[in-house]
Nanobody, 125 residues
Framework: QVQLVESGGGLVQAGGSLRLSCAAS????????MGWFRQAPGKEREFVAA????????DYADSVKGRFTISTDNAKNTVYLQMNSLKPEDTAVYYC??????????????????WGQGTQVTVSS
């Protein structure tokens, strides 16, 4: 049974940092692209970042570039999202997701096969 389990969300003041984790289990994910998406109330789910397990490919939404960093720990089958300089507009439920190769169309959430349950991130002003 495939599972993606997020953790690390919470409440933080603007300018603060959080690190989200996504533990993957249930199959071999080496041929999968791992992504982070977020969804704020009343808004569509949006792409945040994506990475391959080798780390050779990674991309970010313009809104988080320079502030967020996506990374992997292959030994732990875990994907991380380090979020710095957080802003109130970063407030959302953050989801971890996985899609099969190729590393293309990574920003389209409907192409991802597996999803975690989400973790709430709230940034106060």
């Amino acid at each position: 049974q495939v599972q993606l389990v997020e953790s690390g969300g919470g409440l933080v003041q603007a300018g603060g940092s959080l690190r989200l984790s996504c533990a993957a289990s249930g199959r071999t994910f080496s041929s999968y692209v791992m992504g982070w998406f977020r969804q704020a109330p009343g808004k569509e789910r949006e792409f945040v970042a994506a990475i391959t397990w080798s780390g050779g490919n990674r991309d970010y939404a313009d809104s988080v570039k320079g502030r967020f960093t996506i990374s992997t720990d292959n030994a732990k089958n875990t994907v991380y999202l380090q979020m710095n300089s957080l802003k109130p507009e970063d407030t959302a439920v953050y989801y971890c997701a996985a899609k099969q190769y190729p590393y293309s169309s990574i920003r389209y959430y409907n192409l991802y096969h597996y999803w975690g349950q989400g973790t709430q991130v709230t940034v106060s002003s």
